[in-house]
């Protein structure tokens, strides 16, 4: 049981911090981390830390994946997770030894996916209650009068669920539990196809958190322990009810839990705990009204963050952009955002370059030539001391040569991302993933069948753009 995790919520509070990002003084913004705990030594590592509260309207999705749909906190910050662990693999591929990461072997001493180590839990952090299902009763308790008068005159004098098939719009029906969500929570903002954070947490204690390319290399990384910040003593237990309803309670029917430890893999429904900090989050709402500030609304800019990088390794979005790039040169290597579709597409690229050079014994950096990495040009962007911070990246991204290894890879699913190879493409073919997704959100019985998705139309681009 991992009930008090105080000192890791203040070192994730130190390293935003240390970042010197501030909201403007009347806006309040939400963060999000994910860190490992090595449960035998109780060393924490912080390995993304992010914060937000805004999506991208359908109308202005990016046709190339250059800019994120998604930059609420949790959103960012497991995109920051899952990059960390995807150059944690290329690290390993360069032979230095992970303390979070193993490879495992099977019967006959092949070499099998990374997995996080036996002794090495994998907790997020959010400094208040997940929006969707898991807040309902919470958002209640403390609706802001501007919102409650925004709903009361919209109100149906009965409340319906929503039909099979439909997700419900923001807070509508905010009476009814159990339901899928889209973003915006506000009824006078514009639509989205982005599914409520606790929806996604929801589908990563399925999926895991690493996503369909992750999943080429790693096993499924699931959640132990959901940490929730801001919630009062007296509202514990009613919040605690609702995110084990919303983050894995309405997954747990039926047979859906063993359907997924049918399939391949080492899937399986997982329910992390639910606990809670009393540490508080400096430009959080609750905190900012505590203190008698005149709170406005949410910041627009997200911040994004990942650990072990040299020197800063993080950056300010707006808009699902970098923050201080012309449109003109938004899809530029060097100006896109490191966490957006693209980027990670890109990464991928290099993390199958790596772990095939460990094999062969090809050095690494030559097979990543190519690779651009992401420093703020003079013709691109504000260049003032302030905007350089905000593009600092790592000097990792161009790794050192790799010795030879004579070991062989044999049980990784067949993944092919050459230069004609699409994102939309290049996911679908990882078909355990998808068996399994399907399983969750399919149009026939999966549980979450109302699940909104973005689809091909806006994943259609290639590696290099």
């Given at each position: 049981?991992?009930?008090?995790?105080d000192?890791?919520?203040?070192?994730?509070l130190?390293t935003y911090?240390?970042l010197?990002?501030?909201?403007?003084p009347?806006?309040w913004?939400?963060?999000?981390?994910?860190?490992?705990?090595?449960t035998?030594?109780?060393v924490?590592?912080v390995?993304?830390?992010?914060?937000?509260t805004?999506?991208?309207?359908?109308?202005?999705y990016?046709m190339q994946?250059?800019?994120l749909?998604d930059?609420?906190?949790?959103?960012?910050?497991r995109r920051?997770?899952?990059?960390?662990?995807?150059?944690?693999?290329?690290?390993?591929?360069r032979?230095?030894?992970s303390?979070?990461?193993a490879?495992r072997?099977?019967e006959?001493?092949?070499r099998q996916k990374?997995?996080?180590?036996?002794?090495?839990?994998?907790?997020?952090y959010?400094?208040?209650v997940?929006?969707?299902?898991?807040s309902?009763?919470?958002?209640a308790a403390?609706?802001?009068?501007e919102m409650?008068a925004?709903?009361?005159?919209s109100?149906?004098?009965t409340?319906?669920?929503p039909?099979?098939?439909?997700a419900?719009?923001?807070?509508?029906n905010?009476l009814l539990?159990?339901v899928?969500r889209?973003?915006?929570g506000r009824a006078?903002?514009?639509?989205?196809?982005?599914m409520?954070?606790?929806?996604?947490?929801?589908?990563?204690?399925?999926?895991?958190?690493?996503?369909a390319?992750?999943?080429?290399?790693?096993e499924?990384?699931?959640?132990n322990?959901v940490v929730?910040?801001?919630v009062?003593?007296?509202?514990?237990?009613?919040v605690?009810?609702?995110?084990?309803?919303?983050?894995?309670?309405?997954l747990?029917?039926?047979d859906?839990?063993?359907?997924?430890e049918?399939?391949?893999?080492?899937?399986?429904l997982?329910k992390?705990?639910?606990?809670?900090?009393?540490?508080?989050?400096i430009?959080?709402?609750a905190?900012?009204?505590?203190?008698?500030a005149?709170?406005?609304?949410?910041?627009?800019d997200?911040?994004?963050?990942f650990a072990?990088?040299?020197?800063l390794a993080f950056?300010?979005?707006i808009?699902g952009y970098?923050r201080g790039?012309?449109?003109?040169h938004r899809?530029?290597?060097?100006?896109?955002?490191?966490?957006?579709?693209?980027?990670?597409?890109?990464?991928?690229?290099?993390?199958q370059?790596?772990?095939?050079?460990?094999?062969?014994?090809?050095?690494?950096?030559?097979?990543?030539?190519?690779v651009r990495t992401?420093?703020?040009?003079?013709d691109?962007?504000?260049?003032?001391?302030?905007?350089?911070?905000?593009?600092?990246?790592?000097?990792?991204?161009?790794?050192?040569?790799?010795?030879a290894?004579?070991?062989?890879e044999?049980?990784?699913?067949?993944?092919?991302?050459?230069?004609?190879?699409?994102?939309?493409e290049?996911?679908?073919?990882?078909?355990?993933?998808?068996s399994l997704?399907d399983?969750?959100?399919?149009?026939?019985s999966g549980?979450?069948?109302?699940?909104?998705k973005?689809?091909?139309k806006?994943?259609?681009?290639?590696?290099q753009?």
């Amino acid at each position: 049981m991992f009930l008090n995790h105080d000192e890791a919520i203040e070192q994730i509070l130190a390293t935003y911090s240390s970042l010197k990002f501030s909201p403007p003084p009347s806006q309040w913004t939400i963060l999000a981390s994910f860190f490992l705990k090595n449960t035998s030594t109780d060393v924490v590592k912080v390995i993304s830390v992010a914060t937000g509260t805004k999506c991208l309207p359908t109308s202005r999705y990016p046709m190339q994946g250059e800019a994120l749909h998604d930059s609420h906190a949790e959103v960012l910050a497991r995109r920051g997770a899952v990059r960390w662990f995807m150059e944690e693999v290329i690290r390993s591929a360069r032979g230095v030894e992970s303390q979070w990461l193993a490879r495992r072997e099977d019967e006959d001493g092949r070499r099998q996916k990374y997995a996080l180590r036996e002794d090495v839990k994998l907790i997020l952090y959010v400094s208040t209650v997940p929006c969707g299902d898991a807040s309902t009763r919470y958002l209640a308790a403390f609706q802001d009068p501007e919102m409650a008068a925004l709903k009361d005159s919209s109100r149906p004098a009965t409340v319906e669920a929503p039909d099979v098939g439909l997700a419900t719009r923001g807070r509508d029906n905010y009476l009814l539990y159990g339901v899928l969500r889209t973003k915006p929570g506000r009824a006078d903002s514009p639509p989205t196809l982005c599914m409520s954070c606790s929806d996604k947490i929801a589908a990563w204690n399925v999926l895991g958190i690493q996503g369909a390319l992750g999943s080429s290399f790693l096993e499924p990384l699931y959640l132990n322990e959901v940490v929730i910040g801001e919630v009062p003593e007296q509202m514990r237990g009613v919040v605690k009810e609702d995110c084990e309803r919303a983050l894995w309670g309405r997954l747990d029917v039926g047979d859906f839990g063993s359907r997924v430890e049918s399939l391949p893999g080492k899937y399986a429904l997982h329910k992390p705990l639910i606990s809670f900090t009393s540490v508080p989050f400096i430009h959080s709402r609750a905190t900012m009204v505590e203190a008698g500030a005149i709170v406005s609304g949410s910041c627009n800019d997200s911040l994004c963050w990942f650990a072990d990088a040299s020197g800063l390794a993080f950056e300010v979005l707006i808009n699902g952009y970098r923050r201080g790039v012309s449109p003109k040169h938004r899809l530029r290597d060097k100006s896109l955002p490191l966490l957006c579709k693209l980027s990670m597409f890109k990464l991928f690229n290099r993390v199958q370059s790596a772990t095939a050079s460990h094999v062969a014994g090809t050095p690494v950096d030559s097979c990543e030539r190519t690779v651009r990495t992401a420093y703020a040009p003079e013709d691109v962007v504000d260049t003032s001391l302030a905007n350089q911070a905000i593009f600092a990246v790592p000097s990792s991204s161009m790794p050192p040569s790799v010795a030879a290894d004579s070991e062989t890879e044999t049980s990784r699913e067949p993944v092919t991302s050459e230069s004609g190879s699409t994102y939309f493409e290049t996911k679908q073919s990882i078909l355990e993933y998808q068996s399994l997704k399907d399983l969750l959100i399919g149009a026939n019985s999966g549980p979450f069948v109302g699940w909104v998705k973005s689809g091909e139309k806006w994943e259609t681009f290639p590696s290099q753009c």
